[in-house]
C-alpha cells in the first residue's frame, strides 16, 4: 500500500475543498481504492468532513501551543473543533519563505507529537547543496533532523527537495533512489517522496525501492488530475 498525499498550500476555498474532498471520498468508495490518502487544505477550509477510512484530511500547520496571543496563527481547540490529528510539519515553503528556524520546527514537532498527532516531517536540500554532493546533500538533511524523535510512531517521512517543488521538474530515479536508500537506513517510518510529482511520473517514482508514497502540491490541486494520479498508484498495488 501507498501514501498519497495532497497539498493544497495557499489554493481553493472553502467551498472548492468541500466539493473536492466530497468527490475523492466518493472517488475513493466507488473504485475500491486501498492506498492512504491525505488531503492538507488550507486552515481556513477545514472542517468535520465525513471520509472512508483511507482519506485523512490534516492541517498544513499550526503553531506549538492550545491557545493563545499568536496574532495569524491556530493552536490545538481549532484543530480539535474539526477532529484533525494530522500535521505537516517541515515543509519547505515554511522553512525557506515564511523563515521558521529548525528551533521552532522541532518544538512544533514536539507539541504535535505529545499530543500523539501522525505527522508528516518534511526534508529537503536547496540547489546550491544538491550542487554541492551527496554528503554535503545528507549533511544538510542530517540537520533538519535536529531535535526531531525519529523514533516516534506515528511520523511519516517526506524527502522533498527544495529545488524540485513547484518547479515542475522532479528529482531523477537516480537521485530519489540514491537518497531514499540513505534515509531509510535511519528511519523506521514510512518514506515519501515530494517534488513535482504528477501523473507521468508518479508510475517511476512509486516503483523506487524504499518510496513508500509521495507528497503532491500543484499536481493535485486539480480534481480530475489527482484522480489520475491516485488511479495510476492504485493499479500498482
Ligand atoms: C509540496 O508542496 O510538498 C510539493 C511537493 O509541491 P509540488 O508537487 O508542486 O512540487
New binding site residues.
Given amino acids: 500500500m501507498k501514501i498519497i498525499a495532497s497539498?493544497f498550500?495557499t489554493n481553493h476555498t472553502r467551498k472548492s475543498t468541500k466539493e473536492f474532498i466530497e468527490n475523492i471520498n466518493k472517488f475513493l468508495i466507488d473504485k475500491n481504492i486501498k492506498n492512504d490518502i491525505y488531503i492538507f487544505p488550507p486552515a481556513t477550509a477545514l472542517d468535520r468532513f465525513e471520509t472512508t477510512n483511507n482519506l485523512t484530511i490534516g492541517a498544513q500547520n499550526a503553531f506549538y501551543v492550545k491557545d493563545g496571543s499568536y496574532t495569524g496563527e491556530i493552536g490545538k481547540i481549532h484543530l480539535d473543533e474539526f477532529n484533525i490529528k494530522t500535521i505537516l510539519i517541515g515543509?519547505?515553503?515554511r522553512r525557506h519563505i515564511l523563515g521558521e528556524t529548525q528551533k521552532t520546527i522541532s518544538l512544533k514537532f514536539n507539541y504535535f507529537k505529545s499530543l500523539g498527532y501522525k505527522i508528516i516531517y518534511?526534508v529537503g536540500e536547496p540547489l546550491e547543496i544538491k550542487n554541492q554532493g551527496l554528503s554535503q546533500t545528507l549533511g544538510y538533511i542530517q540537520k533538519q533532523f535536529e531535535g526531531i524523535d525519529l523514533d516516534y510512531e506515528n511520523t511519516i517521512v517526506?524527502y522533498?527537495p527544495v529545488w524540485?517543488?513547484?518547479?515542475g521538474v522532479s528529482s531523477t530515479v537516480e537521485d530519489i533512489t540514491q537518497i531514499h536508500k540513505k534515509l531509510s537506513k535511519k528511519l523506521s517510518c514510512p518514506l515519501l517522496y515530494?517534488?513535482?510529482?504528477k501523473a507521468s511520473n508518479i508510475s517511476e517514482i512509486l516503483d523506487i525501492t524504499n518510496v513508500d508514497g509521495v507528497?503532491?502540491?500543484?499536481?493535485?490541486w486539480l480534481e480530475e488530475d489527482f484522480k489520475d494520479i491516485i488511479d495510476i498508484a492504485n493499479s500498482k498495488n
Fill in positions: 497539498n498550500k515543509h519547505s515553503e518534511c517526506a522533498e524540485a517543488i513547484g518547479t515530494g517534488g513535482s510529482v507528497l503532491i502540491g500543484t499536481a493535485s
